[in-house]
T-cell receptor, first 112, second 111 residues
Framework: DAMVIQNPRYQVTQFGKPVTLSCSQT?????MYWYQQKSSQAPKLLFH???????NEADTPDNFQSRRPNTSFCFLDIRSPGLGDAAMYLC???????????FGSGTRLTVV | SQKIEQNSEALNIQEGKTATLTCNYT??????LQWYRQDPGRGPVFLLL?????KEKRKERLKVTFDTTLKQSLFHITASQPADSATYLC??????????FGAGTRLFVKA
C-alpha cells in the first residue's frame, strides 16, 4: 500500500544535541510537509517542499532545517534541541496544493 | 489573524447516538473545509472535504455541513460506535500550501 513512513516512531535526544527525523513516501506526491504538534494542540506547519523548492514558515525557528534529497525522502533537522521542542513531528504529503493530505504516524521527540 | 475554534472539552456520548462536532473559523473565507481523524499517538487521517458551494456532504455514517454565513462547519457521526472514539480536527482551506488545523475535539463513545 502506498503510504508515508516516519522513522523513528520515538526519539529521545539530549538538550542541544542535533537530531534528524526522517520521512519517506511511496505515493509519488510532489509536496512534503513537516508539522509540529504539541499535546492537545493543533498541528503547526513548519515548512514544506514543492518538488525541490523549500518554503519556510515565517515563524519557524532557525533551529529547524529540512532536506529533501529526492521525491521520496524528506528530513527534519533540529540543530540544537531545547526542552520546548519536545513534541510530535508529523510528515504529510499531497499532490500539488490539493487538500486531503496523507500523514505519517509521526515521531514523538523527547528532549532530556 | 485566521482563527479556528473547536470545542476543547471532550464529547462523551453513548453508543448508537449521533455525535455532532463543531468547527468555527474567523478572519478568513475558506474555499473548502476538511475533517481529519487523529488517534492517540498517530498522525491525522483525512476523512472528508466539503467545498464552499456545497451545503452538505455524506460518506457512510459521516455527514458534514458548511455554512459560510455562520462561518461554521458541523461534523456528524450517526450510529456512533466505540471505534469512533478519537480526536477530530477541522482544517478550513483557501487553497495553497498552508493548511491551518484546529486543535480538535476529543470524542469518547461509550458502549
Amino acid at each position: 500500500d502506498a503510504m508515508v513512513i516516519q522513522n523513528p516512531r520515538y526519539q529521545v535526544t539530549q538538550f542541544g544535541k542535533p537530531v534528524t527525523l526522517s520521512c519517506s513516501q511511496t505515493l509519488n506526491h510532489n509536496v512534503m510537509y513537516w508539522y509540529q504538534q504539541k499535546s492537545s494542540q493543533a498541528p503547526k506547519l513548519l515548512f514544506h517542499y514543492y518538488d525541490k523548492d523549500f518554503n519556510n514558515e515565517a515563524d519557524t525557528p532557525d533551529n529547524f532545517q529540512s532536506r529533501r534529497p529526492n521525491t521520496s525522502f524528506c528530513f527534519l533537522d533540529i540543530r540544537s534541541p531545547g526542552l520546548g521542542d519536545a513534541a510530535m513531528y508529523l510528515c504529510a504529503t499531497s499532490r500539488g496544493p490539493s487538500p486531503g493530505y496523507t500523514f505519517g504516524s509521526g515521531t514523538r521527540l523527547t528532549v532530556v | 489573524s485566521q482563527k479556528i475554534e473547536q470545542n476543547s472539552e471532550a464529547l462523551n456520548i453513548q453508543e448508537g447516538k449521533t455525535a455532532t462536532l463543531t468547527c468555527n473559523y474567523t478572519n478568513y473565507s475558506p474555499a473548502y473545509l476538511q475533517w481529519y481523524r487523529q488517534d492517540p499517538g498517530r498522525g491525522p487521517v483525512f476523512l472528508l472535504l466539503i467545498r464552499e458551494n456545497e451545503k452538505e456532504k455524506r460518506k457512510e455514517r459521516l455527514k458534514v455541513t458548511f455554512d459560510t454565513t455562520l462561518k461554521q462547519s458541523l461534523f456528524h457521526i450517526t450510529a456512533s460506535q466505540p471505534a469512533d472514539s478519537a480526536t477530530y480536527l477541522c482544517a478550513p482551506g483557501t487553497g495553497g500550501f498552508k493548511t491551518i488545523f484546529g486543535a480538535g475535539t476529543r470524542l469518547f463513545v461509550k458502549a
